[in-house]
């Protein structure tokens, strides 16, 4: 079985839909370790009560030190079975952006979720974005990382409708109900090795 590693920053809800998705539907994957770049994450407390192993890489003092940054959470990672060969990261609200080298390493291995339709709204505020640019339907995105912001091949989306009283609370609202629907979808699409990718494209296995 693969060994899942979970990077988290702050609320953790994603997280905790895949650790119980896990649980629940039986995914064939081990969530073998959650990592926080932040000590008071309310996250790790949810990863603790599931019975999934915590750790904190506090990342204050590598703001311009990205890859030195990035070798500490790949030491966990690999302690822990997460490895190159037999290993998924998935970063959920994971505030940081992740150097070239830990790209490379774990080469289409690192999952991310986004809660805009991409191409549209990539980066910060994309509920925001949406509102503002009068978007008719959004959503969220799962996708691989690559070096870019939000740019890596599209894995899974889901789309929301955005109505006339929408405001960035509720359409965030609403597109975080899907988020946790599709990451651990995408997690048993990778576990159960149904991810084909061809160039941009990801084709999903029947
Ligand atoms: C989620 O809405 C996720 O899509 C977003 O941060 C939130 C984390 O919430 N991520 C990004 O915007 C990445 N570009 P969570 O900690 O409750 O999972």
């Given at each position: 079985m693969q060994n899942l590693g979970i990077l988290i920053s702050g609320r953790g809800s994603n997280m905790e839909s895949i650790l119980k998705a896990i649980k629940k539907?039986?995914?064939?994957?081990?969530?073998?370790i959650v990592i926080s770049n932040?000590?008071?994450?309310?996250?790790l407390k949810i990863a603790d009560r599931l019975g999934v192993k915590i750790s904190v890489i506090d990342s204050k003092d590598y703001k311009n030190k990205r890859t030195e940054y990035d070798k500490k959470v790949i030491h966990e990672l690999e302690k822990n079975?997460?490895?190159?060969?037999n290993g998924l990261v998935c970063l959920a609200g994971f505030m940081r952006i992740i150097s070239p080298y830990f790209i490379k390493k774990y080469k289409n291995r690192i999952l991310n979720i986004h809660p805009?339709?991409?191409?549209?709204?990539?980066?910060?505020n994309a509920q925001k974005q949406a509102i503002q640019n009068g978007a008719k339907f959004s959503g969220c995105t799962v996708h691989f990382v690559d070096?870019?912001?939000?740019?890596?091949p599209i894995i899974v989306q889901s789309v929301v409708k955005v109505t006339n009283n929408d405001t960035e609370k509720t359409l965030s609202e609403k597109i975080l109900a899907k988020e946790h629907k599709i990451y651990p979808e995408a997690v048993n699409l990778f576990a159960r090795k149904k991810i084909r990718l061809s160039g941009r494209r990801v084709k999903i296995l029947d």
């Open positions: 539907q039986k995914i064939p994957i081990k969530p073998s932040k000590a008071n994450a309310k996250g079975g997460v490895t190159v060969k805009a339709l991409l191409p549209a709204y990539p980066g910060l070096e870019g912001v939000d740019s890596g």
